[in-house]
């Protein structure tokens, strides 16, 4: 919860509630670098929870260990995960605009919902 609350609520100055029901029905990964230090955290959340597809969400690495790998490497195992134990359903995954590019290049396009809001699923 403090990599969370750092980077979205206070960083980010996003202003919303973090903790929220849907952290009991995820499966929660923490990166840490060189093996010690917790870095990196990711949660999936079962479908049908907030989508009917399973999804990626709270995607957050701390500052300073960005470039080094660790987000590429928790999606990558966030979404073999997810493949893993619910494969029909897809995967679906919400993000900051600037981080498009970044999501693209591991499979996921945008999904245009409406005028303002977004969302970025795998095909």
Request: proline content about 2%.
């Amino acid at each position: 919860m403090h990599i969370r609350q750092g980077i979205f609520s206070v960083g980010q100055e996003t202003w919303y509630q973090d903790a929220d029901d849907c952290d009991k029905n995820s499966i929660h990964f923490l990166g840490t670098f060189e093996n010690k230090d917790l870095a990196a955290y990711l949660r999936v959340i079962e479908p049908g929870i907030k989508h009917e597809e399973a999804s990626i969400g709270r995607v957050s690495v701390l500052k300073e260990y960005r470039r080094k790998g660790l987000g590429k490497d928790l999606l990558k195992k966030a979404v073999e995960k997810c493949l893993s134990f619910y494969p029909t359903n897809g995967i679906k995954l919400s993000a900051q605009l600037y981080l498009e590019n970044f999501y693209f290049q591991k499979g996921f396009i945008r999904e245009i919902l409406s005028k303002k809001i977004d969302s970025l699923i795998l095909k």
